[in-house]
């Protein structure tokens, strides 16, 4: 079985929104944008634990934006071929399908209905199913202890009933030579002296006060004086080489808590009924490494559905995109990037090989991203943000370098998450040798960035600028010419007209590349001092040898130098990721009734 999508209409975050789900869903997007709301909406169809008066909800759950009166919850399961669901649901179920919906009014009572489909759903009044269908939940307010006080003799029971027959006589042996070392520890603690005497002055008051308390004592005794009240007292302690260890800090509780739970599930799978997971932030307190390695233990050791909710890149990076669920607000609601797990993000995931690092999976986090080139180019817009008060972190904002990989698959995943994006490349001149005929082959340069962008058009974004796109197939051989001839005017004009028109899609062209735009800025004067040449050409030539290494040595000693910048095309990529990011902010708590 699997929840194929689920729509949400009027409650919380949400207006009108179907999401579809995958069998490893994971949950992404900012603060208070409704990762838990959906996990709650879930859980209002499949938690046990919600009571009726949890299920009538609150004026507070419903959409205020929306102005609606009323919530909708409806899930598609799907693959229903479990004999447990399909004797629960029976004329519901028709080729494998069912629907499930929750109605709530501010001025009725809550419903649930189900059917075959979603126009034939009849009333159910309750939810008649989750004696064979449930959810199991981790919110992000795990505690260990009281976890293991609710937990601790089930799973002492369910380890003992699991028991063969030798090893249960085993442990009746064992039982029985403790309540013999009982009897000898209690007897030694008996004739402690100052336990003899800690109460012969209370006994003594006593005798005074009535003649029925003559001949009879208080005592202090061990409280666990037998085996049952022992076993039944046993506390959870971390334990290394044989010795005893504080169980330490949130980090390693986080950890014990979910592998517990985790054997919890493992124990009680049956074929009786269908449970399914969700799990919120399983990355607390765990550095990242720790986060990668949870995340594909908890994938791992689930058959069954599971979501996850996170806001760890490391996490991330342990799914496929088509199994992602990015939330994004605009206009006050909860909105969904594709439709949810997408087929689409999975063709174009492809291009980033197995899967992505946590670098690459930090592009789903944020508000917009800077796209560029390679490390020295992340180095110095990083520089640049901070000397003219852009705030990165305040504004969400992430400088990728696309070293090794190529812009197209990081545009890819842009298009596909509605992340909004900014990219620079270089634009050097390259060489080619172009067939003519048989006997006939030409050697000639090109400018690769224009050849690159407009690949990036006619592959990516063809709707977005027909006109360029037009103008591009009219005249791109102007992109070409002979090696031993000068640029020829025709391309110059070409490079001019591209490169204006894809600067309104904020899509810049280098003049050549980040060393040489550099050199031939106002900065140079600042280069030259540190480079010790007032040579254009050795200044550039010093710049290209170890890029990110001169780059950064660069960066330490003349940061403030940055600042003769503020105002030069070099700096434009920056300005216009910035104002994205702050046009995501705005139209996210814009009131849509304006």
Known sequence: MLIEWIK?????NFDDCCINLANQTLIIGANDVGKTNLIYALRILFDRSLSDRDL????????????TDEIEITVKLTNVVEDCLRSVFKGDLKEGNVYIQYQNTKNGEHTFLSGHAEDVLENKNSRFYLKRLNMEYVNTNRNLS????????????????SLIDDLKADDERVINDLKENLKTINSKVD????????LENVNSELEGLAIHNEGQKLSFKNASSNTTKLLENLELVYA???EEL???????????FLATWVAKQKTRRTIEKVTFFAIEEPEAHLHPHQQKKLSSYLLSNFEDQIFITTHSPHIASEFRPDKIVKLYSKNRKTKVAQGGCSERIKIDFNDFGYRLNAITADVFFVNAVLLVEGPSE???YTALSKKLDIDLDRLNISIIPVDGIGFKPYIKICLALDIPFVFRTDNDIFSKTKKISKEVTLDLLYYAGVSRVMGIYEELLKDSNPKLLEYWNLNKDQNEWNKENEIPKETLLLLDNVKKEAETQNIFLSKVDLEEDLANSILFSSLSEFYGTTMRDKVIKKMKKA????????LNDNFDSLEVLKNDAITQPLTEVKNLAEKVVRESVEDCTT
């Open 547 to 554: 890029k990110a290494e001169n780059m950064l040595s660069y």
């Open 191 to 198: 004739n402690l002296n100052y336990v003899k005497k800690s």
């Open 146 to 161: 009281s976890f293991m006080k609710r937990e601790k003799n089930q799973i002492l029971d369910d380890a003992k009933i």
């Open 246 to 256: 504080t169980l330490g800090g949130d980090g390693r509780s986080n950890q014990i």
């Open 378 to 380: 992340k180095l110095f």
């Open 56 to 67: 009538e909800l609150s004026d507070g759950d419903y959409n205020v934006y929306a102005k």
């Open 240 to 242: 290394a080489d044989g």
């Open 8 to 12: 949400i209409k009027g409650f919380r």
